[in-house]
Every structure is written in structure tokens, then in C-alpha cells.
T-cell receptor, first 115, second 114 residues
Framework: EAQVTQNPRYLITVTGKKLTVTCSQNMNHEYMSWYRQDPGLGLRQIYYSMNVEVTDKGDVPEGYKVSRKEKRNFPLILESPSPNQTSLYFC??????????????FGPGTRLTVL | AQSVTQLDSHVSVSEGTPVLLRCNYSSSYSPSLFWYVQHPNKGLQLLLKYTSAATLVKGINGFEAEFKKSETSFHLTKPSAHMSDAAEYFCVVSDQRSNYQLIWGAGTKLIIKP
């Protein structure tokens, strides 16, 4: 089944403890992206990647890192999480490199709470 | 810079009546525009998209949207609301000048009254 998977789905952690949220797609998509969703703010793009080893900052990259070593994986890393990073996170992928003109396929979301 | 404004945070309609969700955008270049839907506790799904072809775009579940450049609008409509349409709807814009970043509106929650 064609899909975008994220793990974990739920995570409660403490301030400063490094964490990684994994994202994987099995559709051979070029473009991948991370978003956070907060009430009243819609989705805000954190980072995106148009190709392996190519990543770009979105609107809210501070406090996050990403890597794209393989086409299918695009992990989101929080080196030192803080409570203001408590949010619902979505990973998405898209077939073309200029993925923002194409349909985005979303993962199920990861609800992160930082205490 | 490009931006998206969804003019209503909540819209409430009765089942069987028309739906109108309003979206205005700001973009200097030819934009790509999308509507996504998010049902409660579910992921996001594309409803429809405009990418410089026909200005009236038809999507899934009977929804459609019209790109009006002169009004910089991309309103979402449906002739007759169904209970299953209750969800949050997001308008999204992208253009070449912004290096293909996607800018999302804050969302409109659609409430369907029986």
C-alpha cells in the first residue's frame, strides 16, 4: 500500500532530551516536507527537501534539524526540545521535485508533548 | 511575500444547503492553489488544486473552487452539504518566487447542522 509512515505517533518527553521522529514513504517521491500544526495557525512548514542531500528551511525551522540521506526517509530531529515545540507534526511527500505544485500525501501525524 | 487568508474560522450550515468557504491569497507570480480537508482525528487529504489550467476546478466529494485572479480569491463551494463534510478545510498557496514553499491558511472549521 502506498503510504507515508511516521513514528512514533505519540510522544511525551522532557525539555532538553534529544528526540527523532521518523518519516518514510514507499512511493519513490522526490519531495518531502515536515509541518507542525497548532490551533488557529494552520500548518506551518518546518523544512522541505526536493532531492536526496538537498534540504531547505520552511517558515519555522528554528530548533529543528532534518536530513535526507535516502530518498524514502526524512527524519525530523529535535536536538534540545522545549515546551513551545509541543505540537502535532505531519510529514508529507510529493511526486515531483517542485513538490509544492503537486499533491501532497500526508502521514498520520505525531503528537509531541514536551514537559 | 505570499500569504493566505481564510476569511472565516468557523462556518455553520444546515445539511442540504450550499457551502461557501472563502480564501484570499497574495502572490506576485502565477500561484498554485490547493484546498485540503482534515476530518477529526484524521490526516490531511487533497480536495482539489489549481495549477494554471481551467479556472473552475472540480474536486472530490462534490466540491469545487474558482480561481479569480482579479479578486485574488479561491473560494471553495459545494451545492449541498452533507453531514460527512464536517471537517476543517485549509487553503494553500505556492509560487515559484517563494522557492516552492507552501503557505497554509489558518483553516476553516465547517459545522453541519442536521
Amino acid at each position: 500500500e502506498a503510504q507515508v509512515t511516521q513514528n512514533p505517533r505519540y510522544l511525551i518527553t522532557v525539555t532538553g532530551k534529544k528526540l527523532t521522529v521518523t518519516c518514510s514513504q514507499n512511493m519513490n517521491h522526490e519531495y518531502m516536507s515536515w509541518y507542525r500544526q497548532d490551533p488557529g495557525l494552520g500548518l506551518r512548514q518546518i523544512y522541505y527537501s526536493m532531492n536526496v542531500e538537498v534540504t531547505d528551511k520552511g517558515d519555522v525551522p528554528e530548533g529543528y534539524k532534518v536530513s535526507r540521506k535516502e530518498k524514502r526517509n526524512f527524519p525530523l530531529i529535535l536536538e534540545s526540545p522545549s515546551p513551545n515545540q509541543t505540537s502535532l507534526y505531519f510529514c508529507a511527500s510529493s511526486p515531483s521535485r517542485q513538490g509544492s505544485t503537486d499533491t501532497q500525501y500526508f502521514g498520520p501525524g505525531t503528537r509531541l508533548t514536551v514537559l | 511575500a505570499q500569504s493566505v487568508t481564510q476569511l472565516d474560522s468557523h462556518v455553520s450550515v444546515s445539511e442540504g444547503t450550499p457551502v461557501l468557504l472563502r480564501c484570499n491569497y497574495s502572490s506576485s507570480y502565477s500561484p498554485s492553489l490547493f484546498w485540503y480537508v482534515q476530518h477529526p482525528n484524521k490526516g490531511l487529504q487533497l480536495l482539489l488544486k489549481y495549477t494554471s489550467a481551467a479556472t473552475l476546478v472540480k474536486g472530490i466529494n462534490g466540491f469545487e473552487a474558482e480561481f479569480k485572479k482579479s479578486e485574488t480569491s479561491f473560494h471553495l463551494t459545494k451545492p449541498s452539504a452533507h453531514m460527512s463534510d464536517a471537517a476543517e478545510y485549509f487553503c494553500v498557496v505556492s509560487d515559484q518566487r517563494s522557492n516552492y514553499q507552501l503557505i497554509w491558511g489558518a483553516g476553516t472549521k465547517l459545522i453541519i447542522k442536521p
